[in-house]
């Protein structure tokens, strides 16, 4: 960490911009994986997705993985990573937050925590490492970790990071892009080629 105003100002920008990204990474891969899985999109091209398997097993699990690796990536506690903590520990040396928008970033952290955990399970037991203690089943039944879970913990993500911003530089991120479009479009042409 630098002292120096200019240097500490460029670390914290390069923290919000990293966590913006990341939270971005989350939804679209969210929102893919969604498309995937969701009984509604599922039903409708589930015959596309079949005549394709490989690939579609393969997405499916690499959307779900890049997406728990990136909320776990949000929250991670390590001082070598741009995370939602180090960020804060940056901004709390800088003095650079009022005291209203501590107290609320304080609440969504612990709201977010118990969440980040249940993500951490699975990321650790799971992705990162595989667990000989227990089978990949048990370690997301240990989890407990739910589909509002996932959802939860970007919406909450994009409220601490706009919290953030809009106390320390006025400014907030809208998160208004979506890859759930593309992917439509992409399954619906794939449905057409099959059918044509």
Request: hydrophobic letters at 40%.
């Amino acid at each position: 960490m630098c002292i120096d105003p200019a240097c500490m100002q460029k670390e914290i920008e390069n923290h919000i911009k990293g966590i913006q990204d990341t939270i971005i990474a989350a939804m679209h891969n969210h929102d893919i994986w969604w498309i995937y899985k969701n009984r509604d999109t599922r039903q409708q091209y589930i015959d596309v997705m079949n005549a394709y398997l490989g690939f579609f097993q393969t997405s499916i699990h690499a959307h779900f993985v890049a997406m728990i690796i990136a909320l776990y990536r949000l929250y991670e506690t390590r001082r070598d990573t741009i995370s939602f903590p180090q960020l804060l520990r940056l901004l709390e040396f800088n003095q650079s937050l009022s005291s209203d928008a501590q107290v609320q970033i304080e609440r969504l952290m612990q709201e977010a925590k118990p969440i980040w955990i249940k993500i951490g399970t699975i990321r650790s037991a799971v992705f990162a490492h595989l667990s000989n203690e227990r089978e990949i089943g048990e370690s997301f039944t240990k989890a407990d970790l739910k589909y509002r879970h996932v959802k939860d913990l970007i919406e909450l993500s994009k409220t601490i990071i706009n919290t953030i911003t809009r106390d320390y530089s006025r400014s907030t991120e809208a998160f208004n892009l979506s890859a759930e479009s593309d992917t439509i479009t992409l399954l619906t042409d794939l449905s057409g080629i099959r059918k044509g």
